[in-house]
């Protein structure tokens, strides 16, 4: 039936031609999953327009769905408060004073960091900004930021006016890099050769990791070397990798890194977003930061002196004290991050693409072009999203989808992604939402 092979990749490619794309086949898939028992623990939305059979949810890359045990953690906090008042800052059953540290090491490990490295603080764009500051330092010749052309909003804008806030014009000083002509992605050899060819002008390349609109996963770690070697620094935005792909920051040498918790991560809307520093910074005192209390050194923070010292590490960078109910709702799902592994979780999340893929072609050879992906079709270099380009007018055909249950996203200007996380989503859900699209495709062909 299914046929497994290996590749070069960090996971197999189980797929190919003439194997059965029957609802039996893809339930056999769920039964041998190691991982099915996980899903057990989320709550399925209700079929969103309201009737109680479960949706198909493919979205989990724009929000993550609730892990049960966060209500748990969250009300064990409302009770501490409730009965301890300001005492629960040392004696909650996690107190709130180190409460950010409860988290630390499984971020690290989500991540490929050491403890050291990382902090989960702010928001994503916020750390953005925090980051920009320090490894932002641009001269008269040495200005240049290099980002994704079509990058998230969001990171349009920060890196736009962290250069305007030096004095100098975003369009000269942000340059984006292009897919060639007609491609719809971006080659790693082009990616380098732009760095070299910019070369000491050069201050911060800046790249999202995944890709949030095309899905496209790049080579960080041959990436960041180009960059240092034009005397730059490397950042990576992980929205889309944290949760997602297996990454190792600290090998990679990434200067530093942010991430949000509330898509793959599934910590709920607007969580607790992460920041990694790499340990070469770690003890860099000097160079520009904006500093808060929750940043200073924690044996001297509550003598309230004026002097700031900060803690070395990523948690030197923070500002506040932290949200502990979104904490309490990341500590919920990380944990379940943490019990699975990372690779464990990549290489069911391959199989699922690798499975829509599957099938997203076959419904092709029947209505040839109905349905284009434009992710990159090598699983090293994509996560769990699948973008799409379908004939008819995507915005429409979105909400055709709900109405049949299936909760895919749109993204302008014709896009559509289908995420199937490997937390939650099963082969049947893949199943359901192709057969979705293949009567879709039926329609148009007729
Ligand atoms: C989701 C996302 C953001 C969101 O930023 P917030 O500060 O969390 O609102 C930013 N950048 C990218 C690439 C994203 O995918």
């Known amino acids: 039936m299914i046929k497994k092979e290996t590749t070069t990749v960090d996971c197999p490619v189980p797929f190919e031609a003439g194997v059965d794309t029957s609802l039996e086949c893809a339930r056999n898939l769920d039964q041998t999953d190691a991982l099915k028992h996980f ?29 049960k045990k966060a209500r748990e953690y969250i009300e064990a906090e409302l009770s501490d408060w409730q009965d301890l008042g300001v005492e629960g800052h040392f004696h909650a059953r996690h107190a709130w004073m180190p409460y950010h540290e409860f988290v630390t090491d499984m971020s690290a490990r989500l991540v490929g960091a050491k403890p050291i490295e990382v902090v989960v603080m702010n928001t994503l764009t916020v750390n953005l900004h925090l980051m920009m500051v320090s490894f932002y330092r641009p001269t008269k010749t040495r200005y240049k930021i290099l980002v994704e052309k079509g990058a998230f909003p969001s990171d349009q804008y920060a890196v736009a006016s962290q250069a305007a806030f030096h004095g100098f014009d975003p369009k000269d000083a942000v340059v984006e890099l292009c897919p060639e002509p007609g491609a719809d992605t971006l080659e790693t050899e082009k990616i380098i050769e732009t760095i070299a060819g910019m070369g000491d002008q050069l201050a911060l390349v800046l790249l999202g990791n995944v890709n949030y609109l095309t899905g496209q996963a790049f080579e960080s770690e041959k990436i960041a070397r180009a960059a240092h070697e034009a005397g730059a620094f490397f950042g990576l935005n992980l929205a889309h990798g944290a949760g997602n792909l297996l990454l190792q920051l600290h090998d990679w040498q990434v200067d530093f890194a942010v991430w949000c918790s509330y898509k793959y991560l599934n910590a709920g809307p607007g969580g607790i977003a992460g920041c990694f520093v790499h340990e070469k910074h770690a003890h860099s005192f000097d160079i520009p930061r904006f500093a808060g209390w929750w940043g200073h050194d924690k044996k001297t923070r509550f003598q309230m002196g004026p002097e700031f010292s900060p803690i070395p590490g990523a948690e030197g960078w923070q500002l506040s004290n932290p949200p502990i109910f979104q904490l309490a709702a990341l500590r919920a799902s990380l ?51 699948l973008s799409l380009k379908f004939t008819g007018e995507s915005k429409k055909l979105l909400e055709q989808f709900k109405a049949e249950g299936v909760v895919c996203d749109f993204r302008e200007p014709d896009i559509i992604r289908a995420t199937a996380v490997p937390l939650y989503n099963s082969f049947e859900d893949v199943h359901r939402f192709c057969q979705v699209v293949k009567k879709f495709a039926q329609a148009e062909e007729n």
């Open 39 to 67: 899903r057990e623990l989320f709550y399925l939305p209700a079929k969103l327009d309201g009737e109680r059979s479960k949706c198909v949810y493919l979205t989990g890359n724009s929000l993550g769905l609730q892990p």
């Open 335 to 385: 944990e379940i991050f943490d019990h699975v592994t990372m690779p464990a979780l990549r290489a069911k999340a391959c199989r699922l693409t690798a499975y829509m893929q599957y099938l997203l072609d076959d419904i092709n050879t029947r209505v040839p072009g109905f349905c284009r992906i434009i992710t990159p079709r090598d699983p090293a270099q994509r996560g769990s999203q």
